[in-house]
Nanobody, 116 residues
Framework: QVQLVESGGGLVQAGESLRLSCAAS????????MGWYRQAPGKEREAVAS???????THADSVKGRFTISIDNAKNTVYLQMNNLKLEDTAVYFC??????????WGQGTQVTVSS
């Protein structure tokens, strides 16, 4: 089992910043990397960013240049620094732990709301 605890969501105005954190505990040895998805009302869940323990990262085109994912191996924690937030970034953000063929563990989700 892997437990994921997210923090850092909230309400901000457009152009402001937020940092999300997700700490993993439990059977970390089964995890290859971590990342974030988001789901806006009425829309499908979409991938935002991912990071491997080796430090390789990916970012969705919609957030490139604004969001940065990072991973702290010592703390088993992944971060999502979100700058210049836009209204369309409003969503519930879900952290996940990637166990390869074993699938994903998911966090409970944290709400990010961007207002004008």
């Amino acid at each position: 089992q892997v437990q994921l605890v997210e923090s850092g969501g909230g309400l901000v105005q457009a152009g402001e910043s937020l940092r999300l954190s997700c700490a993993a505990s439990g059977s970390i040895f089964t995890v290859n990397g971590m990342g974030w998805y988001r789901q806006a009302p009425g829309k499908e869940r979409e991938a935002v960013a991912s990071a491997s323990w080796a430090g390789r990262t990916t970012h969705a085109d919609s957030v490139k240049g604004r969001f940065t994912i990072s991973i702290d191996n010592a703390k088993n924690t992944v971060y999502l620094q979100m700058n210049n937030l836009k209204l369309e970034d409003t969503a519930v953000y879900f952290c996940y732990a990637d166990r390869g063929d074993l699938g994903y563990y998911w966090g409970q989700g944290t709400q990010v709301t961007v207002s004008s």
